[in-house]
């Protein structure tokens, strides 16, 4: 693949921001496209790979006639969050989150996970809290910690302040119903197909580069303990938990309700990780009623002056999941989630031109439109 050429303007832009999404999604396409290369290593063996559609959000073997998701992930950024608010039985909702709910975006029932901490020093207590709040999400996830690993790096990691410094990722495995031939993909969506949005706590663990940027022009160094409310912090609001949604996927498969398609929003936000579903059928999405971004998050939006159209590729905008599935199963699906008391709209619809049209509820609500090869 050749360089990729950008004007300056845009590149400026982009480091401005501190992120860059599409070179992200350029770089992931590089690492898959060499990671496909590898599953003929074990063709026609125990374990080999199953992947027929590109750009799933969990990867699948074959043991033994059983398929088997693989995820990997990270918290990314948001650690920091952690480090300078002294919390830390929190943090682990968001590792499992952005694992498991990976799995569950393909049908996986997720049962396991393995996790690596990367530290400068080790911290007996911190250790402690992190490890207390992953068995807290892993019950909430209905998984277990099979395995694990402490590495002390040294200098090779940093962070905030004198405490112990962290990375955290982890991988989980989940197991395919066996309600389900394959995995749920994306191949069966179809024009008409109803799109259910899951509405998030907040941020998750995604844009928290951009996040810190701004938090830092606007309030110094010391950002996080600038009060946002009159008992909360800026830094105790941002660290707000991801809601693990695994759960409720696993009940209306268990109960026979088969979406089409299941996207976990996470970097990209709505429309990258939309397109991944829509793009192979060339179809498109027209989404009237997402749900509204928490107030603190449309504060951010406007103290950083990030544009709408950015705003809903950077985050999640107040939509941590959307499923994707035939109209007449909607109200029972509505039970199940209320039930669990997960919030669900009816956001859209599945249309067969392609691109995404999304009335933004933000700062600045408006009319948006991506295509799919933006």
């Not at 207390?132 to 019950?139: D, E, K, P, S, Y």
């Not at 950083?304 to 909607?330: Q, S, T």
Request: hydrophobic share 35%; glycine share 10%.
């Amino acid at each position: 693949m050749g360089r990729i050429k950008e004007s300056e303007n845009v590149m400026a832009k982009r480091k401005k921001s501190g992120l860059d999404i599409d070179l992200g999604n350029q770089c992931s396409k590089i690492a898959y496209k060499w990671a496909k290369k590898t599953f003929k290593n074990r063709k026609n063996k125990n374990g080999r790979a199953l992947q027929d559609v590109d750009g799933t959000f969990a990867g699948m073997i074959d043991v033994d006639g059983n398929k088997i998701g693989i995820s990997s992930d990270g918290i990314g950024t948001k650690i920091e969050l952690a480090e300078r608010t002294g919390i830390y039985n929190t943090i682990a909702y968001d590792l499992v989150a952005m694992v498991v709910d990976d799995l569950a975006a393909n049908g996986f029932e997720p049962c396991s996970l393995s996790n690596i901490l990367d530290v400068d020093l080790l911290d007996k207590k911190i250790v402690d809290d992190l490890m207390r709040g992953l068995a807290q999400a892993a019950a909430q996830a209905e998984v277990s910690i099979t395995g694990g690993e402490i590495a002390e790096l040294g200098s090779r990691i940093s962070g905030y302040g004198k405490n112990m410094h962290f990375n955290w990722g982890a991988t989980g495995i989940g197991i395919l119903p066996h309600i389900l031939s394959q995995p749920i993909s994306g191949k069966e969506v179809e024009a008409g197909d109803v799109v259910l949005s899951f509405k998030s706590r907040g941020f998750r663990s995604n844009g928290f580069s951009l996040i810190r940027r701004i938090m830092k022009k606007n309030f110094g160094i010391e950002w996080h303990k600038n009060k946002y409310s009159h008992n909360k912090s800026w830094g105790e609001i941002l660290l707000t938990p991801s809601l693990i949604f695994t759960p409720l996927i696993n009940r209306i498969i268990i109960n026979k309700i088969i979406p089409h398609a299941i996207v976990h929003v996470t970097g990209g936000g709505l429309p990258d990780n939309l397109k991944r579903i829509l793009t192979p059928n060339n179809l498109g999405a027209e989404l009237s009623d997402v749900h509204t971004p928490q107030k603190f998050v449309t504060d951010l939006q406007k103290m950083g002056n990030i544009k709408e159209k950015e705003a809903y590729r950077l985050w999640n905008m107040g939509n941590g999941f959307l499923v994707i599935l035939n109209k007449d199963k909607i109200e029972e699906l509505q039970k199940i989630s209320s039930k669990l008391n997960y919030k669900i709209n009816t956001a859209g619809k599945i249309v067969k031109n392609s691109g995404i049209r999304i009335k933004s509820k933000g700062a600045d609500p408006q009319e948006l439109f991506y295509r799919n090869t933006d």
